[in-house]
């Protein structure tokens, strides 16, 4: 079958024909559908090194999909049956250790990552485990299935926000920065504004329902916002959120910067009084459930956000778009 493969440590992917897995004891056969890149994908292809410490080629990459099962391996009792429409949690999780125990699965001291650690999505057919397949519901339009883990991210961010009546300031525009102002929305926010500089952000920003999109934030609005979600990981990004957001109001960290940052402690941290939670990923199962009703009660379109397919052996040609900024959610066909 055909699949993208993270081949060699260095830079870059090689598009070729690899051997079509089988689902080992507890896990999912899938035909792949649809498989969406993510900012990870562009790491992991420029080789960056977070992609270093997480990835011993040869890999196939892609962790965003939607698949058809063809075949379940198991002799546990599950719902999971040929012909269902799969997704898979991108955070495998070990059962075992403390956070686990809690049933805090999401941050799992083991966790092992679909298309990171273990093969993935980019393929004609992927294998995932057992306990990390979620079945979608068949009313979600298909494509829009492959879509769901950003979504996810961003109801995540939301509900630990708790936006309702809320002014909501959403820092950077990529898909889970659309998604997050689309989420508040749908979950009763008074007021959701974004911010990026790039126009085709912003325009799909207004697509997805935002209120009001700006490339700058006046210093006239700095601490006017009950809520801030920082969703750029931008240096510049976060100043301005610790800027815009009231006191007493709340941030919530979800962007991972590439550098390390600088924080005024007293001025922002103390002097306003602050609540700050951070959101790794989407809590196992809530989260998918939230984000499920978001999607059949039609409060959310994610198609909205899609703007461009590729056929998966234009995987190169996906990735330079990508990489422009020029795009919203792209989706791989294999
Ligand atoms: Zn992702
Ligand atoms: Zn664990």
Not at 67 to 92: A, F, Q, W
Request: charged fraction near 25%.
């Amino acid at each position: 079958m055909l699949a993208v493969l993270k081949e060699n440590p260095e830079s870059g992917v090689s598009i070729k024909k690899v051997p079509l897995p089988t689902p080992k004891k507890d896990e999912v056969l899938v035909k792949v559908v649809y498989a969406s890149i993510c900012g990870t994908d562009v790491g992991i292809y420029d080789w960056i090194p977070w992609a270093q410490g997480h990835i011993k080629p040869p890999i196939v990459i892609g962790h965003e999909v939607v698949g058809e099962v063809v075949k379940v391996n198991t002799k546990k009792r599950t719902k999971i049956k040929p012909g269902d429409l799969v997704s898979s949690e991108t955070h495998i999780f070990c059962r075992n250790c403390f956070q686990c125990r809690k049933r805090n699965y999401h941050v799992c001291e083991n966790m092992e990552l679909f298309g990171i650690g273990r093969n993935g999505a980019f393929a004609e057919y992927a294998t995932i485990p057992l306990h990390t397949t979620w079945r979608n519901d068949p009313s979600i339009p298909t494509i829009a299935m492959s879509v769901q883990e950003p979504l996810g991210n961003a109801v995540n961010v939301v509900t630990k926000a708790q936006v309702k009546g809320k002014r909501v300031l959403v820092m950077g525009l990529g898909p889970t920065g659309l998604a997050a102002g689309a989420a508040a929305r749908a979950m009763g926010a008074k007021e959701v504004v974004g911010l990026n500089r790039r126009e085709y952000r912003r325009k799909l920003a207004k697509k997805m329902g935002f209120d009001r999109v700006l490339d700058v934030l006046d210093p006239d609005e700095f601490g006017k916002f009950d809520a801030v979600l920082e969703m750029s990981g931008n240096r510049m990004g976060i100043e301005v959120a610790f800027e815009a957001v009231r006191i007493a109001g709340t941030i919530i960290a979800f962007g991972i910067p590439k550098e390390s940052i600088t924080l005024d402690w007293g001025k922002y941290m103390i002097n306003k009084e602050l609540t700050i939670k951070s959101v790794f990923g989407r809590e196992i199962w809530k989260t998918w459930k939230q984000t499920t009703k978001l999607l059949v009660d039609k409060k959310v379109d994610l198609r909205k956000m899609i703007t461009h397919k590729f056929p998966l052996k234009d995987f190169e040609k996906a990735m330079h778009v990508m990489k422009s900024g020029e795009c919203g959610k792209i989706v791989l066909v294999p």
